[in-house]
């Protein structure tokens, strides 16, 4: 970011960057949620962060560097989607997320402006783990649920799923070049893909 390399994340109630080769505190933004916790990854696109938490909408902001100085700059603000406990990913310019408005929801933003491309049917459960895989989207759900989508701006469109435990599944899979790892409350398994 601004040309210096970095490590971001959230703290307890801040979005820091730290500099990668020294440890330096760069910037920091108050970033805080009704729990007193932050779970959401930000994500970087082109020379934006994408940002969200619970209640906390999902925002697209740009650091600008004067000197020593950093100032965060809303670039895009989205109040149609909000993350609780899983990270968005990019594709090119779509922003894919799980919502944990309307129960549980899809949805895809465009990167650029941060509006809303699609929601998915609400209901859909507490939390998705959200993955990239070659010209797929991945998501598995807490209900132990693999999805395979078809990355899209017009709709979620599942091309297989998958029911992978019999308990729930909180933990991230891992995607493998011919499998997938999954991590359930009672089980570590290891799905293949013929």
């Known amino acids: 970011m601004g040309g210096v390399r970095q490590i971001v994340t959230q703290t307890q109630q801040n979005i820091i960057g730290v500099a990668a080769n020294s440890g330096k505190l760069l910037w920091k933004i108050p970033f805080t949620t009704q729990y007193v916790q932050n779970i ?6 082109r020379d934006t962060l994408i ?4 209640a906390k909408g ?8 004067k000197g020593d100085e950093w100032s965060p700059q809303t670039v895009w603000r989205n109040e149609e989607a909000s993350m609780y406990m899983n990270s968005p990913v990019v594709m090119g310019d779509l922003v894919f997320g799980f919502s944990h ?3 549980g929801q899809f949805f895809c933003l ?5 509006g809303t491309l699609w929601t998915g049917p609400p209901r859909q459960g507490e939390n998705a783990a959200m993955l990239i895989s070659p010209g797929s989207l991945v998501a598995l759900t807490n209900d ?11 709709s979620f469109d599942v091309i297989r799923r998958y029911t992978v435990a019999d308990s729930p599944t909180w933990a991230h899979p891992l995607v493998l070049p011919d499998g997938v790892v999954i991590k359930d409350a009672k089980t570590l398994a290891r799905w293949s893909v013929d």
Request: charged share 20%.
């Open 40 to 45: 959401v990854t930000p994500v970087v696109y």
């Open 110 to 114: 465009d990167a650029r402006t941060g």
């Open 144 to 154: 132990s649920q693999l999805l395979i989508a078809k990355p899209s701006g017009k």
């Open 58 to 65: 999902v925002m697209a902001v740009r650091l600008v560097r």
């Open 51 to 54: 940002l969200s938490g619970l």
């Open 101 to 103: 408005l309307k129960r």
